[in-house]
């Protein structure tokens, strides 16, 4: 079979990996010209370590990836205080067998690339048409001068994002949610950053209307920063739009004078609105079928997003693996059977957070952060950390 995977995120690039090694024929089809490093920091769970894993990437993860000894550690907005913490390392290891990692997202990008022939992503491809039959699927790509070309497949796979051109064909399109948030995203020398963020932890100030996170990357040489506030006026959804220093300083100010040390170390910030969208009724139509945030697109608070794409590349492989021309639509819906129901758990549960990480000083908070307090907040991850998509497919 040829499989066409629309989007060259880390979801589009692990399915390809994953379908070649399958000895399936697959290819990515890219709308950038090229694909350079966007984003920033990304937390890399053990349910995403692990299928990197076995498909041999483990030790180049690690060359670049830092291992967390603390994660999810939560702290009081105005003086730092503990609420609640992760140990991770070994006894992460013990539960779930490998670390917790943060890394920056272009350098798991670079990866995935290199383990990748050349030829398996075509960059300067915009979707154009996408039409299929009994038979196969049709698509029409436009390159930057304008010149089409069309490609026939026999399985089209959209992992082209939250603004999909491939959901279309599968559910009636609707808006994105707005959630009325924005995230500000700022990168940091280490050698300027306060010491509370150098350490190997994932440090997440819950206060009134806004939280903030950091961790460091890049082997500690770089501090991650998000930073979610309100949006006010601001609708812009890029990774790529500035935003300015002072105004996010302007809302942390009040803040543990720890936080306003390590924003006045960042030289730039990034400014981007927050959106998502609910678990849609279904991911495959025919010969067609979404993937990672096309199919699921969630708020970034769980840190989950690139992660469920993965375990969505790991299911529609095993599904594919023995399909053949005639059968692969059969086997889409398999993988929407196994994938849509925990992938819309996680979608629900990321938008949750917007409220608990937000609430005003009083009851619902204090009642918050005794949860926090009185959890055993790994073993509790075990449903998330612990999950194994090849045995939920036996399931």
């Known amino acids: 079979m040829k499989i066409a995977i629309v989007g060259g995120g880390?979801?589009?690039?692990?399915?390809?990996?994953?379908?070649?090694?399958?000895?399936?024929?697959?290819?990515?089809?890219?709308?950038?010209?090229?694909?350079?490093?966007?984003?920033?920091?990304?937390?890399?769970?053990?349910?995403?370590?692990?299928?990197?894993?076995?498909?041999?990437?483990?030790?180049?993860?690690?060359?670049?990836?830092?291992?967390?000894?603390?994660?999810?550690?939560?702290?009081?907005?105005?003086?730092?205080?503990?609420?609640?913490?992760?140990?991770?390392?070994?006894?992460c290891r013990r539960l779930y067998g490998t670390d917790c990692y943060v890394a920056h997202r272009a350098d798991l990008l670079d990866m995935l690339l290199e383990a990748l022939p050349?030829?398996?992503?075509?960059t300067d491809r915009r979707l154009e048409l996408l039409q299929q039959d009994r038979e196969e699927t049709e698509l029409v790509f436009t390159d930057s001068g304008g010149v089409k070309t069309t490609v026939l497949a026999d399985v089209v796979i959209g992992a082209d994002g939250i603004h999909s051109a491939v959901r279309p064909m599968v559910v009636d399109e609707e808006p994105p949610r707005f959630s009325g948030l924005c995230a500000y995203r700022c990168l940091v020398d280490a050698e300027r950053a306060p010491e509370l963020a150098l350490r190997r932890a994932q440090t997440l100030w819950l206060g009134p209307g806004r939280h903030f996170v950091h961790y460091p990357i890049r082997d500690k040489k770089l501090i991650n920063i998000v930073a979610i506030v309100p949006a006010g006026e601001w609708r812009v959804e890029s990774w790529t739009a500035d935003g300015r220093i002072e105004d996010l300083a302007r809302e942390f100010e009040t803040w543990d004078p720890r936080l306003g040390r390590l924003i006045a170390a960042a030289t730039e910030t990034k400014r981007w609105a927050l959106y998502d969208r609910a678990p849609l009724e279904h991911w495959t139509s025919g010969r067609v079928a979404l993937l990672g945030d096309a199919a699921h697109s969630m708020l970034p608070f769980f840190g989950q997003g690139a992660a469920q794409a993965v375990e969505d590349a790991v299911v529609l492989t095993s599904c594919l693996r023995d399909a053949s021309r005639e059968t692969a639509a059969k086997a889409l819906v398999r993988y929407e059977e196994i994938r849509r129901p925990r992938a819309s758990r996680v979608?629900?549960?990321?938008?949750?957070?917007?409220?608990?990480?937000?609430?005003?000083?009083?009851?619902?908070?204090?009642?918050?952060?005794?949860?926090?307090?009185?959890?055993?907040?790994?073993?509790?991850?075990?449903?998330?950390?612990?999950h194994d998509p090849e045995t939920a497919m036996a399931g």
């Open 10 to 91: 880390l979801g589009g690039l692990a399915t390809a990996l994953l379908l070649r090694q399958a000895g399936l024929e697959a290819v990515v089809y890219e709308q950038a010209a090229e694909l350079r490093e966007v984003g920033a920091g990304i937390v890399v769970g053990p349910n995403m370590v692990r299928p990197l894993v076995k498909a041999g990437l483990g030790e180049r993860l690690a060359s670049f990836a830092v291992p967390l000894e603390t994660a999810w550690e939560f702290r009081r907005w105005e003086d730092g205080r503990v609420l609640s913490s992760q140990p991770m390392g070994e006894e």
């Open 118 to 122: 050349a030829d398996a992503v075509r």
């Open 347 to 386: 979608q629900l549960m990321s938008r949750g957070r917007e409220v608990q990480n937000h609430l005003p000083d009083g009851p619902a908070q204090l009642e918050r952060d005794a949860a926090l307090a009185g959890g055993d907040p790994l073993r509790q991850s075990s449903w998330l950390y612990g």
